[in-house]
C-alpha cells in the first residue's frame, strides 16, 4: 500500500493546516518517517522527521517553532501540525519512510503523492 499524504489546501497567512500521511502497511520500529517539500522550481527539501520508536524528532530551521511533527501508532499515521504558515511554505508536501536518521531525499525509499499547500499573503 503506498503511503497517502492528505490535508493540503489554501489558507491565509498567519493561519494553520495538519498533514496526515498513512498507507505503506505497518510502519515497523526502526522507521523514519519524514515530510519534505518541494516548491516550483526548487529542489525538493527537508521539513521534519520522527523516529517511530522513540518519537525523537528533528525540524529544518524554517518550521523550528512553527510546525510539529507527530505520531499515530494505533492508526499507523504521521501528522504535520502547520501553524503561522507563511507564503514561503507554499509547495507540495510529500511524507517519505526510511531508515537513516536522515534529511536527505535519497536516503528514502518509499513516498507518498504529494500534497499541495498554498498560503497567500
Known amino acids: 500500500v503506498p503511503l497517502q499524504a492528505s490535508g493540503g489546501g489554501l489558507v491565509q497567512a498567519g493561519g494553520s493546516l495538519r498533514l496526515s500521511c498513512s498507507g505503506s502497511?505497518?510502519?515497523?520500529?526502526?522507521?523514519?518517517m519524514a515530510w519534505f517539500r518541494q516548491a516550483p522550481g526548487k529542489e525538493r527539501e527537508f521539513v521534519a522527521l520522527i523516529r517511530w520508536s522513540t518519537s525523537r524528532t528533528n525540524y529544518a530551521d524554517s518550521v523550528k517553532g512553527r510546525f510539529t511533527i507527530s505520531k499515530d501508532s494505533p492508526q499507523q499515521t504521521v501528522h504535520l501540525q502547520m501553524d503561522s504558515l507563511k507564503p514561503e511554505d507554499t509547495a507540495v508536501y510529500y511524507c517519505?519512510?526510511?531508515?537513516?536518521?536522515?534529511?536527505?531525499?535519497?536516503?528514502?525509499?518509499?513516498w507518498g503523492r504529494g500534497t499541495q499547500v498554498t498560503v497567500s499573503s
Open positions: 502497511g505497518r510502519i515497523f520500529s526502526s522507521a523514519v
Open positions: 517519505a519512510r526510511g531508515t537513516q536518521w536522515s534529511v536527505q531525499p535519497a536516503d528514502y525509499g518509499h
